[in-house]
Nanobody, 119 residues
């Protein structure tokens, strides 16, 4: 599975962006997908997860009510709609897919897309 993230950019605080993650290769609607982010000098943080074809979602507390993860199984694409952006949302955002059964770690990773929020 190959993942290609896009949609990052520079936005003012309070603005919105939509990130996309297109999956290719041996994809399936039954694969879990997620967005992570890593800000300079900080640990990587899981932002949102969408669980297989049921569409169940998980959000980090820091983004609840502002970010929405969704998926289009026909296009094999996962989206992250980000609203009311804050300077602390500035980070490189990565998409991930598939989790190992024995420890839940993510198998496939895309290259990141940079989101910069100016104050």
């Amino acid at each position: 599975v190959q993942l290609q993230a896009s949609g990052g950019g520079l936005v003012q605080a309070g603005g919105s962006l939509r990130l996309s993650c297109a999956a290719s290769g041996r994809t399936s609607s039954s694969i879990d997908m997620a967005w992570f982010r890593q800000a300079p000098g900080k640990e990587r943080e899981r932002v949102a997860t969408i669980v297989s074809s049921r569409g169940s979602t998980y959000y980090a507390d820091s983004v609840k009510g502002r970010f929405t993860i969704s998926r289009d199984n026909v296009k094999n694409t996962v989206y992250l709609e980000m609203t009311n952006l804050r300077p602390e949302d500035t980070a490189v955002y990565y998409c991930a897919a598939g989790r190992r059964l024995y420890d839940g770690s993510w198998i496939y990773w895309g290259l990141g897309t940079l989101v910069t929020v100016s104050s």
